[in-house]
């Protein structure tokens, strides 16, 4: 069975800096889709990031392109998210996600992955 628990989410002002981290069980077991996904009151699902753990590209909304990083420890079974100059549009419950092969990179919010964690809120206040 796939775990993923995030954490790391919180409140801080726009500019601010935050990283959310997934413990995820599937780095147990071989090689997923996994990403990050984020959802705010009254809006739809949006795809933040998404990668295969196996290594090759890595998809980013144009939304976050140059301000959030993905990155993965295989070792902590654990996928990060650093979040640089946050704006108060970031604010949402954000999602960890996995999805088993075949699947897809990409940064949407209409992909169907398997796996998904209870969410952690990010607040960003200007």
């Known amino acids: 069975q796939v775990q993923l628990v995030e954490s790391g989410g919180g409140s801080v002002q726009a500019g601010g800096s935050l990283r959310l981290s997934c413990a995820a069980s599937?780095?147990?077991?071989?090689?997923?889709?996994m990403g990050w996904f984020r959802q705010a009151p009254g809006k739809e699902r949006e795809g933040v990031v998404a990668?295969?753990?196996?290594?090759?590209?890595?998809d980013y909304a144009d939304s976050v392109k140059g301000r959030f990083t993905i990155s993965q420890d295989k070792a902590k079974n654990t996928l990060s998210l650093q979040m640089n100059g946050l704006k108060p549009e970031d604010t949402a419950m954000y999602y960890c996600a996995a999805d088993n092969p075949p699947c897809t990179v990409v940064a949407s919010g209409t992909l169907e992955y398997n796996y998904w964690g209870q969410g952690t809120q990010v607040t960003v206040s200007s």
């Open positions: 990668l295969f753990t196996g290594g090759g590209s890595i």
């Open positions: 599937v780095y147990t077991y071989s090689d997923y889709c």
